[in-house]
């Protein structure tokens, strides 16, 4: 199993481009997120799927969107990317709610 | 608001000592909480878990104790070694809900 994967696993963007990341779980988890993760912090919760068709907001989810078109899919999705958002982002899922989460390698993005 | 914090934002600790990091939590109706690896430009790993009806529980050279009474959560790592320095983050869920809420994180680095 490959576990949590996330493309790509680096970015360059600059104000007020457009970009999705991806993250694919080969686990068959039912429950998904994203984090972002600014220098020397700990982990925010952008957003979150309970189930495949179903998102729902986090603690900072003003400048993002998602979509689980499908179980094994969680994209994250930023409009017009601005400098705040340069951050590490990272991708998880897990089995049960509120269980154990399985985290993704992360996906390093700038935003210029 | 509520949240989950740690004591020490960085931990210093001699090759084959034990290490203790510190996590407190401020609500009291949470009742699952985990404790996270992450090393530099990796994703964080789950290392232990705990439920709020148990105080204690053994991993291989890691244990994890919390106390209730003073909403408080230690990681205890046996004979640490230098493939431990990373940075240890605590996470809690609340209510059985579908979140984890991550505190600040604890760097712990291991001299030689």
């Known amino acids: 199993n490959a576990g949590v994967t996330q493309t790509p696993k680096f970015r360059v963007l600059k104000t007020g481009q457009s970009m999705t990341l991806l993250c694919a779980q080969d686990?068959?988890?039912?429950?998904m997120y994203w984090y972002r993760q600014d220098p020397g912090m700990g982990l925010r919760l952008i957003h979150y799927?309970?189930?495949?068709?179903?998102?729902a907001k986090g603690e900072v989810p003003d400048g993002y969107n998602v979509s689980r078109l499908k179980k094994q899919n969680f994209l994250l999705g930023l409009e017009s990317a601005a400098p705040s958002q340069t951050s590490v982002y990272f991708c998880?899922?897990?089995?049960?709610?509120?269980?154990?989460?399985?985290f993704g390698p992360g996906t390093r993005l700038t935003v210029t | 608001g509520e949240s989950v914090g740690l004591h020490l934002p960085t931990l210093s600790v001699q090759e084959g000592d034990n290490s203790i990091i510190n996590c407190a939590y401020s609500?009291?109706?949470?009742?699952?909480f985990i404790w996270y690896k992450q090393e530099s430009g990796k994703g964080p790993q789950f290392i232990i878990d705990i439920r709020s009806n148990m105080d204690k529980r053994q991993g291989q050279r890691v244990t994890v104790l919390l106390n209730k009474t003073v909403k408080h959560l230690s990681l205890q790592i046996a004979a640490t070694q230098p493939g431990d320095s990373a940075v240890y983050f605590c996470?809690?869920?609340?209510?059985?809900?579908?979140?984890?809420?991550f505190g600040g994180g604890t760097r712990l680095m291991v001299k030689p």
């Open positions: 799927s309970v189930g495949e068709g179903t998102t």
């Open positions: 686990m068959n988890h039912e429950y």
């Open positions: 996470a809690e869920n609340r209510n059985a809900g579908n979140m984890l809420t």
């Open positions: 609500n009291s109706a949470s009742d699952y």
């Open positions: 998880a899922s897990s089995y049960t709610a509120g269980g154990e989460q399985y």
